[in-house]
């Protein structure tokens, strides 16, 4: 039910078109998040389940009832309680170190991950960047991929018409465009990919360190484009292991070690006590 | 609604399925249409040879079984993948993931109709006179089509959390084969059995099929209804299946 509901809101036409709604796991919804806001997210906690015995089949059901079941798991919490709200206009970073959580706070956000417990409100348009290229299908050619990944991405096919040429030329790859997917290298690939997803004209960016691609001067075209979009006015939240890219780009940050959050606030701050994190990891 | 919200993804699936399934072997489309009939002539030799049936125009009888049972078998077989076997569109973006199975049994539908539509001028080829009965056949066929989508559901759903459904399912669609009158006429199932026997719902959607393309008859009322209520369940209990299944997806893949 949740899901549906925010599909239809990622699925809003642009940005002059965007509505409220939540996702979560039932829990209370609360009306009162301000305006101003493009992502709340109260007391958001995610449960993964690690089997001590991984069963994939019903064969391997059928064995384990007779060899006297052993349906035990451990619970690993990827998110504990976790709070935060991003501004509208706002970027924000999420840093911290392996397995802290960065990727599961991104795919709840995206709506991939079903949460256990807490809510998420999400006001606008979410445009899903956790990697670039999803749906690609290589027998198919660069043109039909276009029109593929802009339908994945919600967008109908006028709206690909109209933007097909520009998506092209920013991925230099006009000459190519009846040439087979799987005959492309993975710099056009990921080129292709990165122009359709920009056209999709989105009010939230997730980008999940997907900016290092391609080469050197598609990667400034990238970064020029990733500016341009945070200087129109839209919200970006930006997971990286990049601190010096964060420091750039970000204007507020979050912290987060073993699902929980551990400070949030101004990028230098934030920057810092992870720096600060690290050091007493390795002195112990 | 999802459905219209992401028609131009629902589309493009479909027919890029179509174009990968058609565009692998070098007869192309031309091998889904020669394989039922090929199939037919197969059955035909052992079925007129070996079993004797008295059934009107059993050639015709016996390619309308082969070609509806067709959808079933190719629909719910490629449906039960369509979520394990598209993980990047699963994990990585939020679609409503019931666009993945919705088409991959479009694509089967379409097929289905292609094949149909070779039946007509063999229909004609035998000397079937068409009457008013055959304006049922989009009815019969659509009600078909809730159907397999419903179980298509089903199947993905399941097919995510065990991986060896596929070795289930192809048994249980081998038994489906013979406890449905593709290859006989129900006249020669026993009398006692024959009450559990109209309970499956292929038995109907045959029956109607037939008798809407080869006899010339319009479908009972019993059998319209019947066959809507399987199809609308199949749909519900699938959509139900599917939702409480899906939250897990992500995590399973």
């Given amino acids: 039910m949740s899901l549906s509901k925010f599909a239809r809101l990622s699925n809003a036409n642009f940005w002059q078109n965007s509505g409220s709604g939540s996702i979560g796991g039932g829990l209370g919804v609360d009306d009162s998040a301000d305006a101003g806001k493009a992502i709340s997210v109260?007391?958001?906690?995610?449960?993964?389940?690690?089997?001590?015995?991984?069963?994939?089949?019903?064969?391997?059901?059928?064995?384990?009832?007779?060899?006297?079941g052993s349906y035990t798991y451990e619970e690993f919490w990827a998110l504990k309680e976790v709070s935060f709200s991003v501004k509208r206009g706002e970027t924000f970073g999420v840093i911290g170190p392996n397995g802290g959580g960065k990727s599961t706070i991104l795919k709840a956000l995206a709506g991939v991950l079903y949460?256990?417990?807490?809510?998420?409100?999400?006001?606008?348009?979410?445009?899903?960047?956790?990697?670039?290229?999803?749906?690609?299908q290589p027998d198919l050619t660069a043109k039909e991929n276009v029109y593929l990944y802009g339908a994945v991405m919600g967008l109908s096919r006028k709206e690909i018409d109209e933007r097909y040429e520009e998506i092209l030329n920013f991925a230099e790859l006009k000459r190519f465009e009846n040439m087979k997917l799987k005959n492309l290298s993975s710099g056009?690939?990921?080129?292709?990919?990165?122009?359709?997803?920009?056209?999709?004209?989105?009010?939230?960016?997730?980008?999940?360190?997907v900016l290092?691609?391609?080469?050197?001067?598609?990667?400034?075209?990238?970064?020029?484009?990733?500016?341009?979009?945070?200087?129109?006015g839209k919200t970006i939240v930006f997971v990286s292991h990049a601190l010096g890219t964060v420091k750039d780009l970000c204007e507020r940050c979050m912290l987060l070690s073993e699902g929980q959050v551990v400070s949030i606030g101004e990028t230098e701050q934030v920057v810092e006590e992870y720096n600060q994190m690290a050091v007493c990891a390795e002195k112990r | 609604?999802?459905?219209?919200?992401?028609?131009?993804?629902?589309?493009?699936?479909?027919?890029?399925?179509?174009?990968?399934?058609?565009?692998?072997?070098?007869?192309?489309?031309?091998?889904?249409?020669?394989?039922?009939?090929?199939?037919?002539?197969?059955?035909?030799?052992?079925?007129?040879?070996?079993?004797?049936?008295?059934?009107?125009?059993?050639?015709?009888?016996?390619?309308?079984?082969?070609?509806s049972w067709r959808f079933l078998q190719i629909g719910t077989t490629t449906a039960m993948t369509a979520i394990a076997g598209k993980p990047s569109l699963v994990t990585k973006v939020c679609i409503p993931r019931q666009v993945l199975v919705l088409s991959s049994v479009l694509s089967g539908f379409i097929s289905s109709i292609l094949e149909f539509s070779v039946l007509i001028p063999l229909l004609i080829f035998f000397g079937v006179k068409f009457s008013f009965s055959i304006a049922f056949f989009p009815l019969i066929h659509a009600t078909y089509f809730l159907l397999v989508y419903g179980i298509g559901l089903i199947l993905a759903a399941l097919y995510v959390y065990y991986r060896d459904?596929?070795?289930?399912?192809?048994?249980?669609?081998?038994?489906?084969?013979?406890?449905?009158?593709?290859?006989y006429p129900i006249s020669i199932v026993p009398e006692k059995y024959?009450?559990?026997?109209?309970?499956?719902?292929?038995?109907?959607?045959?029956?109607?099929?037939?008798?809407?393309?080869?006899?010339?008859?319009?479908?009972?009322?019993?059998?319209?209804?019947?066959?809507?209520?399987?199809?609308?369940?199949l749909l519900l209990a699938g959509t139900f299946v599917f939702k409480r299944l899906e939250r897990r997806f992500a995590e399973e893949i």
């Avoid at chain 1, 001590?52 to 064969?59: A, I, V």
């Fill in chain 1, 212 to 232: 290092s691609v391609g080469d050197e001067s598609f990667q400034k075209k990238c970064a020029q484009k990733i500016d341009e979009i945070r200087r129109a």
């Fill in chain 2, 1 to 67: 609604m999802w459905i219209v919200e992401y028609r131009e993804l629902i589309r493009i699936l479909t027919i890029s399925d179509l174009k990968v399934k058609y565009q692998g072997s070098a007869l192309g489309f031309a091998w889904s249409l020669l394989n039922p009939l090929l199939m037919m002539l197969v059955l035909y030799a052992v079925f007129s040879n070996v079993f004797r049936f008295e059934q009107e125009n059993f050639a015709l009888y016996l390619l309308i079984g082969i070609v």
């Fill in chain 1, 188 to 209: 056009m690939y990921v080129k292709l990919a990165f122009s359709t997803a920009i056209q999709t004209d989105p009010d939230i960016l997730l980008v999940d360190e």
């Fill in chain 1, 42 to 68: 109260s007391c958001l906690s995610k449960r993964f389940r690690i089997p001590h015995e991984r069963k994939t089949t019903f064969y391997d059901h059928l064995v384990g009832i007779f060899k006297g």
């Fill in chain 2, 165 to 183: 459904l596929n070795q289930i399912w192809d048994v249980l669609l081998q038994a489906g084969f013979f406890l449905s009158p593709v290859v």
């Fill in chain 1, 115 to 136: 949460p256990d417990g807490g809510s998420i409100r999400i006001e606008g348009k979410i445009a899903p960047f956790l990697e670039l290229g999803v749906g690609f």
């Fill in chain 2, 194 to 233: 024959l009450g559990y026997y109209m309970l499956n719902p292929m038995t109907i959607i045959m029956e109607m099929y037939r008798e809407s393309l080869l006899y010339s008859k319009a479908p009972s009322g019993a059998e319209v209804a019947l066959s809507l209520a399987a199809g609308f369940g």
